[in-house]
């Protein structure tokens, strides 16, 4: 079967998202600051598949208003402005947390695998199709209705979580590389400064 990534091997098939996902696009949240105690994910928040850095946060008023919003673990989260096509799987981690505007959530149902979907929005030719389908050209963006027609191959559900894990495993591998390269260039900026005032202390550190 010819689908949006290719021909399709026996026993998967393509479906738009609309029928696999329910699709929620974020609230606007203008009062969100960095010191609430429930965190708001934003487009800042995405990148390489996964939440990163520090989310902003509401009160628990605010909150409670917003329980529609709230994310749960295997939810998917898709930037709508900007840089379109940056995602983010929800893990157990973030459970509970709000996601704002500028933010559309993607929750599968039973016979999507979580980690699947969110690799498959990776693939080359679905990014491109977030590309050809954007609306606007200064900050391009996309409407859930859009994104809805998105189509999806769906293989077997054993081969979607096989290829969930597999990838998955490589996102550890590169998240633990990242976490090292962090830790490294924050020791090179604190020493940086110190070498500099007290070349005395370049002893025992060229090897």
Not at 22 to 32: E, H, M, Q, Y
Not at 151 to 167: C, H, R, T, W, Y
Request: charge should be negative; glycine fraction near 12%; include cysteine.
């Amino acid at each position: 079967m010819k689908a949006l990534i290719g021909d399709l091997p026996d026993g998967w098939h393509q479906v738009p998202l609309k029928e696999i996902c329910d699709l929620v696009a974020g609230p606007s949240i203008p009062s969100a600051v960095s010191s609430g105690d429930f965190p708001v994910v934003k487009p800042r928040n995405v990148g390489d598949g996964r939440l990163v850095g520090v989310a902003d946060g509401v009160e628990a008023e605010v909150a409670a208003e917003l329980f529609r919003y709230r994310l749960m673990d295997g939810d998917v989260v898709c930037v709508r402005t900007g840089g379109l096509g940056r995602h983010a799987l929800v893990t157990s981690e973030h459970e509970g947390w709000l996601f704002g505007t500028g933010m559309i959530r993607l929750r599968p149902g039973d016979q999507v695998n979580p980690r699947y979907f969110n690799h498959y929005l990776s693939h080359p030719l679905v990014q491109d199709w977030f590309k050809r389908n954007a609306a606007g050209s200064a900050i391009p963006s996309i409407s859930g209705r859009a994104l809805g027609t998105l189509p999806v191959a769906i293989p077997p559900i054993e081969i979607q979580v096989a290829i969930g894990n597999v990838l998955g495993a490589l996102d550890e591998k590169i998240a633990v590389h990242h976490q090292i390269g962090q830790a490294t260039a924050e020791l090179r900026d604190a020493l940086l400064p110190r070498l500099f005032g007290d070349p005395d202390g370049l002893t025992g550190l060229e090897s």
